[in-house]
């Protein structure tokens, strides 16, 4: 069995590893800054009717909602729960064997977090 020698380490190399070793973390004090925040409400529609939310896109215009007049260019509009979503795509998350409202959950609560 052939042996194999190690070569000694370089001195930069033992040089560079003292001198870090002495370095200390340094703060800098930055100006005061103010930051944009919003809020962002998320709604996965797990209390949909039947899992579906139907609308117009005269009930997208109403000046009482806060949301845009045009949602997906196609009258009239329908959006489905995550729920029927995960079953419809066969998205099985938890690894039982079936896409339900269990795996929905937890891609809904992956996504929140």
């Not at 001195?11 to 004090?29: C, D, H, N, P, Y």
């Not at 944009?36 to 797990?46: K, M, N, P, R, T």
């Not at 949602?71 to 938890?94: C, K, M, W």
Request: charge should be neutral; aromatic fraction near 8%.
């Amino acid at each position: 069995m052939p042996k194999f020698k190690l070569k000694p380490k370089s001195t930069a190399v033992k040089a560079r590893r003292r001198s870090s070793v002495g370095r200390q973390l340094e703060t800098m004090q930055l100006e005061a800054r103010c930051m944009l925040a919003s809020s962002l409400y998320v709604d996965f529609g797990f209390g949909f009717p039947d899992e579906v939310m139907y609308f117009t896109p005269a009930d997208m215009a109403d000046s009482g909602v806060n949301g845009p007049g045009n949602l997906f260019h196609q009258p009239p509009g329908d959006v489905i729960s995550l729920a029927r979503t995960v079953r419809e795509l066969n998205l099985d998350y938890d690894g039982d064997g079936t896409a339900n409202q269990a795996d929905a959950t937890l891609l809904g609560n992956r996504v929140i977090n």
